[in-house]
């Protein structure tokens, strides 16, 4: 079992920036890759960065590729995302993910662990 939990979310305006931690706890953190997935109200749980074990390889979803940053101490057992630029469509509840799979992270049934979530408020 591994347990996931969020934290730095908050009320920013539009333009601001943001970094959000997850913590883990329980097997080797470093064996599995991590992702952050983010939902707003009414719309679907969607893939916005990815990050392997090793953390030399990271994944983006389009509309945050150059905005976001997601990193991973393993000595921490903890993945961050770094969010600069922050728009108000960028408001969301984020969670972080950890999985044992090699492939396909921008799938969020392919996670095994879900963290619950923190929320990020940007306004216009």
């Known amino acids: 079992q591994v347990q996931l939990v969020e934290s730095g979310g908050g009320l920013v305006p539009a333009g601001d920036s943001l970094r959000l931690s997850c913590a883990a706890s329980?097997?080797?953190?470093?064996?599995?890759?991590m992702g952050w997935f983010r939902q707003a109200p009414g719309k679907e749980r969607e893939f916005v960065a990815a990050?392997?074990?090793?953390?030399?390889?990271?994944y983006y979803a389009d509309s945050v590729k150059g905005r976001f940053t997601i990193s991973r101490d393993n000595a921490r057992n903890t993945v961050y995302l770094q969010m600069n630029s922050l728009k108000p469509e960028d408001t969301a509840a984020y969670y972080c993910?950890?999985?044992?799979?090699?492939?396909?992270?921008?799938?969020?049934?392919?996670?095994?662990?879900w963290g619950q979530g923190t929320q990020v408020t940007v306004s216009s």
């Open positions: 993910a950890a999985t044992n799979r090699y492939s396909g992270y921008e799938i969020a049934g392919n996670y095994d662990y």
């Open positions: 990050m392997r074990r090793s953390g030399v390889s990271t």
């Open positions: 329980g097997r080797t953190f470093s064996s599995y890759a």
